[in-house]
């Protein structure tokens, strides 16, 4: 069966990066999409990013291009989603979740605190 | 980026009841349109894509309808399960854009 495991939850200080990585099994990586989901408290879904596994082309939201990288290892069948200059505002659940276009397995979401 | 409008943004409602929530596009998204389902502290659950096609193992009380640039999620005869937080999303263009989710909760 398809599972999607996330790293552990971090705690950063602002200005730091952080590094969450999304490990997959039970299908073939190379003919899905990853996508990557935030939650902050108190929040809904913001849609971050996607990144296609078998190019290892992504796109970004615009809002994020600029802090924002995926990258992959197919080795591993592991995506990692790394997030620069950290503010208060990051504070937040991320999740992986498979695509195509729509998510119907997700991993169990990681949860990043920025605090100084 | 498209911007998609849910409402209401709470719903209060009773077990056995019928709600319908609107998901509103700021352009055309033809189909592209997928219906989640948020519990406290899991992952978003897929309930409709393709603006009405059901996912498997969701059970046939919901249903969606709709395609440019309106779209609705009904859920017929609540169950006690179904209270919690739905958001649509468009995948028509990236950013795939969710709604601000609605809030069912037990009247």
Redesign the interface.
């Known amino acids: 069966q398809v599972h999607l495991v996330q790293s552990g939850a971090e705690v950063k200080k602002p200005g730091a990066s952080v590094k969450v990585s999304c490990t997959a099994s039970g299908y073939d990586v190379t003919r899905y999409y990853l996508h990557w989901v935030r939650q902050a408290p108190g929040h809904g879904l913001e849609w971050m990013a996607i990144i296609n596994l078998n190019e290892g082309m992504s796109s970004y939201a615009q809002k994020f291009q600029d802090r924002v990288t995926l990258t992959r290892d197919t080795s591993t069948s592991t995506v990692f989603m790394e997030l620069t200059s950290l503010r208060s505002e990051d504070t937040a659940v991320y999740y992986c979740a498979r695509g195509g276009k729509y998510s119907n397995y997700w991993g169990q979401g990681t949860l990043v605190t920025v605090s100084s | 980026?498209i911007q998609l409008t849910q409402s209401p943004s709470f719903l209060s409602a009773s077990v056995g009841d019928r709600v319908t929530i609107t998901c509103r596009a700021s352009q055309g998204i033809s189909s592209?349109l997928?219906w989640?389902q948020?519990e406290l502290g899991k992952?978003?659950k897929?309930l409709i894509?393709?603006a009405s096609t059901l996912?498997s193992g969701v059970p046939s009380r919901f249903s969606g309808s709709g395609s440019g640039t309106e779209f609705t999620l009904t859920i017929n005869n609540l169950q006690a399960e179904d209270f919690a937080?739905y958001?649509c999303?468009q995948?028509n263009n990236?950013?795939?854009?969710?709604?601000?989710?609605t809030k069912l909760e037990i009247k």
């Open positions: 980026d592209y997928a989640y948020e992952a978003p897929l894509y393709g996912q937080i958001y999303q995948v990236y950013p795939y854009t969710f709604g601000q989710g």
